[in-house]
């Protein structure tokens, strides 16, 4: 996933995506389902996001490695997951929509 974004000229509401040129661009998820927050890791060798892939009802976090482009469900759990983030120390934390709302970390 090599894109930057920028505002237009004119400081449209869009934003302007368009390609980075430091490398060939190849997919990390491939299918039919929704990709959201996506977080970089800050060795930029991961990246982790909200996905529907496997669950069309719910949203859970996944990470791929960028090098070698395998996706991994973080968790089996039958909450939804959204919003993750990645620590300073590589740690990751996500929101789980349960009967408590509470956000979680894990490693």
Not at 91 to 100: D, F, G, I, K, V
């Amino acid at each position: 996933m090599m894109i930057s974004c920028s505002l237009g000229e004119k400081r449209l509401a869009a934003s302007i995506c368009r390609p980075v040129q430091c490398g060939t661009a190849r997919a990390l998820t491939v299918g039919k389902f929704e990709v959201t927050h996506v977080v970089f890791s800050q060795d930029r060798k991961r990246l982790v996001y909200s996905s529907t892939q496997d669950d069309t009802d719910r949203m859970h976090i996944w990470t791929v490695d960028v090098e070698h482009g395998s996706a991994v469900r973080t968790g089996q759990s039958h909450a939804i997951e959204d919003l993750p983030q990645i620590g300073a120390d590589g740690a990751l934390s996500h929101c789980r929509a349960t009967a408590t709302n509470r956000c979680i970390r894990s490693r």
